[in-house]
């Protein structure tokens, strides 16, 4: 009887013949889920979980360190440049420090949620239509804020609120202008061809001028 029941089963797997508990075993296989750790690599699947997060998801820590060190930075060229004009060997530290605080705690972790919205709002890279929209509201709605905020926070920690209207009236309007002299280039280039991930690090970058000229025009007696 065993020796039958070989022979049989022999015969039907060259013939390619499977029995009900063949199907099964294979069934169990194959239709079984597949089971992932969160972490999988692109071979794995149109379903595979990306093994990074994307910003809008993600803290904004590197943002708001980047800005903030990369303001460090321009507000010491800054004063680099404005002490060789006038022959000055004094560096302001606590002017430094206003500055840096402003990228770390402002500018850093706001563009970081401003970049992941606009992409959100339009997500066609190379669609013009996304591109300019991009590119006006950077302009139109970024700008304006990060100029208002950054005047204010340089009087607040002065002590010197009731100058935050003059300084305004009297500054807002010209930074203003330089900035889209500037800064619509630079998105451009940004919202064209740098990867979400890499826009914060890129406009920070572009920042240490940009940084500068802040500091300068914030700072301005």
Known sequence: MQGGRFWWRSWCRRKGIHGPRAGRNRSNGADRPHRSSGWTSRAAGSDAKPAYQSPSKSLPWNAAFVSGGLAVVGDALAQIIQNAKVEKDRFDWARTCRMGTFGLCFYGPYQHYWYS?????????????????????????????VLLAVFSWNLAWQGKRREIGAKVKNDFLSTMVNGWKFWIPASSINFWLIPLRFQVLYMSSCGVYWNAYLSLASNKR
Do not use: C, E, T, W
């Open 117 to 145: 919205f606009l992409d959100r709002l339009f997500p066609v890279k190379k669609k013009v239509s996304h591109f300019a929209a991009k590119v006006v509201l950077n302009q139109v709605v970024l700008a304006p804020i």
